[in-house]
């Protein structure tokens, strides 16, 4: 073999040895990189952000929010027409998710959220899906809705589950929205003392 066959040799062997290096440095390089990143060490501190209510009332910016339904089937009674109405329905319940209210405890950096009052909504089932007692009672349909309407709402305000429910539900979304916000600025969050929590 000649000189300059083991010169090309030996410097081929030179160059693999030398990529390999290169190559492990470079993927040791891209190890410790992800390993810090995901540490956090590379993540920029951003300033601190001032809780204020505004910016609460931006974190929860949506209307009426429906937190808990239930089937209600029922007999409601026109003492006016002198007869019953049978009836399917659906009682929504839920809060004005702009009517929370906040008071900002710095000391403490607590921020206390106060419930809004709870919103009923019935949705009764088709007009033809209701049955009147006796079948003969003059009444029109609009009574009929009237009646049924008013009896479910009754029965709903009535039932703790369903405004036990409405109320948890809420909370957990109104938490989901502010805690984010809340937590990486050393801000816990409380509720107000409610009635309906008495009762829990």
Not at 29 to 45: D, M, P, Q, R
Not at 76 to 90: A, D, E, P, R
Not at 174 to 198: D, R
Request: hydrophobic share 35%.
């Amino acid at each position: 073999m000649s000189e300059s066959n083991k010169q090309k040799r030996k410097n081929s062997k030179l160059l693999k040895t030398v990529l390999k290096g290169v190559t492990v440095t470079l993927v040791v390089c891209v190890c410790a990189i992800l390993v810090l990143k995901n540490s956090g060490l590379f993540i920029e501190k951003s300033e601190p952000v001032i809780i204020t209510k505004s910016l609460l009332m931006e974190a929860v910016d949506i209307s009426d929010l429906w937190t808990a339904e239930y089937r209600y089937n029922g007999i409601g009674k026109n003492s006016k027409k002198g007869c019953y109405i049978s009836y399917g329905s659906t009682v929504k319940a839920g809060y004005n998710i702009k009517e929370v209210s906040w008071e900002i405890d710095e000391a403490n950096k607590t921020v206390i959220a106060s419930l809004p009052e709870v919103i009923l909504s019935v949705y009764l089932d088709d007009k033809y899906k209701m049955s009147v007692i006796p079948n003969d009672s003059e009444i029109s349909v609009s009574e009929m809705r009237g009646t049924c309407e008013k009896d479910a709402l009754k029965e709903a305000q009535k039932s703790n589950e369903l405004l036990n429910m409405a109320e948890e539900n809420f909370k957990d979304t109104i938490e989901g929205l502010v805690l984010p916000i809340l937590q990486p600025n050393g801000y816990s969050l409380a509720w107000s003392h409610t009635e309906l929590s008495e009762e829990e």
